[in-house]
């Protein structure tokens, strides 16, 4: 009897040696990036729905069971998703919070970046002057860090698919090596071309290809903008002349259009969530020659 009870503890134990580990993730980046890594091995899934906002996403019990029930989770972090922060805490070993991990390069919001910018931008509660900027996975060194984190975090979890995983980590790091020349040739010609946004979500994909917004229309959701802050947006944007404006989805904000009306300013949709793309590198380019081709046409 002791003898097969041992094969029992045996087979058990060998099967979870080769079971892939159950992963989840907050965001759709995270999932692009830990499915490339995971390979064949298993399945990542995500917790946020298509559309969902990290900055404003209600958790639902089912939601809280799926976190239970991951062997790994990763998250931003509660600069981004505070929403998720008592949920990680009842699950310490299994939850990473991807913003802690040593060897990212992380950027943090100003009071501004000019002049002009301080005088159009009214206060922002998602993203306060100083705090950290948690839109982080739009660097590519950013992920190739957050990539070889989870395959060290796989590899614990399933030694038996260590090498697959180093493997996976080496090819998806020469990818984006090829990626980042190629954005960086796409978007040397557009560098000096003006353009604001409305949400001060793409710092870390400008920071990596040497491009700069002239101004944030941040609006808070509960407060409308006055009369006398829309004239000054829209004289901003007079100066400036042919310009874009980049929002996210699923729609331009009804303001975008006011400002617009009349003048040489293009809208262009950019998503940094990756709603219709199936890879990490596929999500910096689309940004990337969504940007390159709005700015190229001025």
Known sequence: M????????????????????????????LQLIAQTIL????TSEVLLPPGGSPHSFSLRPSDSRRVAQADAFFWIGPDL?????KLAER????????????????????????????????HDHDHP???????LWLSSHNARVIAAFMASEFARLQPSAADRYQTNLQAFKHE???????????????????????????????????LEHRGVFALSAEVQPGARHVQQMRQTLEQAGAS???????????????????????????????????????????M?????????DL
Not at 2 to 29: D, E, G, Y
Not at 129 to 135: E, Q, W, Y
Not at 257 to 274: F, N
């Open 2 to 29: 002791n003898r097969f009870l041992f094969l029992i503890v045996l087979l058990l134990c060998s099967q979870s040696l080769l079971a892939a580990p159950k992963v989840l993730v907050s965001i759709q980046p």
């Open 39 to 42: 390979g064949e091995e298993g």
């Open 81 to 85: 998703e505070v929403f998720l922060q």
């Open 91 to 122: 699950k310490p070993q299994q939850s990473h919070a991807l913003q802690t991990v040593s060897g990212l390069e992380l950027l943090y919001y100003e009071d501004a970046h000019g002049h002009d910018e301080h005088e159009l931008k009214q």
């Open 129 to 135: 002057p100083g705090g950290l900027d948690a839109h």
């Open 176 to 210: 984006l090596d090829a990626l980042d020349e190629e954005l960086s040739a796409l978007l040397q010609p557009v560098r000096s071309k003006p353009f604001f946004v409305f949400h001060e979500a793409f710092n870390y994909l400008e920071h990596s290809y040497g």
């Open 244 to 286: 874009c404006i980049f929002y996210e989805p699923p729609a331009p904000p009804r303001l975008a259009h006011s400002l617009a009306k009349d003048l040489p300013v293009r809208l262009q949709e950019l998503d940094p969530l990756g709603s219709k793309v199936d890879s990490y590198p596929a999500l910096l380019q689309s």
């Open 288 to 296: 990337a020659v969504a940007m390159q081709q709005c700015l190229a």
